[in-house]
Every structure is written in structure tokens, then in C-alpha cells.
């Protein structure tokens, strides 16, 4: 019994640790949006700034709603070059994101996905 007790409470310390983690991610993704994707897109639901762009870039919480969306396609989609000066709309720019700042940037924008 002790040792099932013991298990449980290192279970529900890593639980709460993962969790504590995932929550310091979205924070984090929620940072490098707020300084690199609000340029051209609504990265929270009230922004303290609208987007530069005359034609703004879908906001974060289009993008989240969309059923297709997963934290491994935005941070493919992140992570890839999309950039063609010519193109009107503006297309996205490489970003140049660290691999784990992409993560954290996808996991925010899944956190924003309202339940359906």
C-alpha cells in the first residue's frame, strides 16, 4: 500500500510538472507571437495593436479553429519558407524560429482553439 501511495504522488508530481511545463510553453509561445507574428496577424483575441498589413494574415484564432490544424502543422508551417516578395497578399516570411521556440509557438496557438 505504501508503495502505491508512493507511486501515486510521483505520478501526480509529474503530472502536475508536465503540466507547469506546458503552461510556462503556451506563455512562452505566447511572448514570441506577441513580438514576431503581430505584425501581421491578430495573435490574441484582444490585441493591443492591429496587424500592419492592409490585407492582415488570418488571426491565431482562425488558424486554431480550423479542423486541419495540429501543433505538427504549424510547426512545420512555421519552420518553412513561404516568402516571395512579389506575391500580393504578402506571403509568410521564414521566420528563422529555434526549433523549440516553433513548438512553443504552435502550442500556443492549439491553446487558443475554442472546444467544439
Known amino acids: 500500500l505504501?508503495?502505491?501511495?508512493a507511486t501515486l504522488g510521483v505520478a501526480a508530481g509529474l503530472a502536475h510538472s508536465?503540466?507547469?511545463?506546458?503552461?510556462s510553453s503556451i506563455a512562452a509561445g505566447r511572448e514570441i507571437a506577441m513580438n514576431v507574428c503581430s505584425a501581421c496577424h491578430a495573435v490574441s483575441e484582444h490585441p493591443e495593436f492591429p496587424p500592419l498589413?492592409?490585407?492582415?494574415a488570418?488571426?491565431?484564432q482562425v488558424i486554431a479553429d480550423r479542423p486541419a490544424t495540429t501543433a505538427a502543422s504549424l510547426r512545420r508551417y512555421v519552420t518553412t519558407t513561404h516568402w516571395d516578395e512579389t506575391s500580393i497578399p504578402?506571403?509568410?516570411?521564414n521566420l528563422m524560429l529555434q526549433s523549440d521556440q516553433a513548438d512553443q509557438v504552435a502550442r500556443y496557438i492549439i491553446s487558443l482553439r475554442k472546444v467544439k
Do not use: K, R
Open 53 to 56: 498589413l492592409d490585407q492582415p
Open 18 to 23: 508536465a503540466a507547469a511545463a506546458s503552461a
Open 58 to 60: 488570418p488571426s491565431f
Open 2 to 5: 505504501a508503495f502505491t501511495i
Open 90 to 93: 504578402m506571403t509568410m516570411p
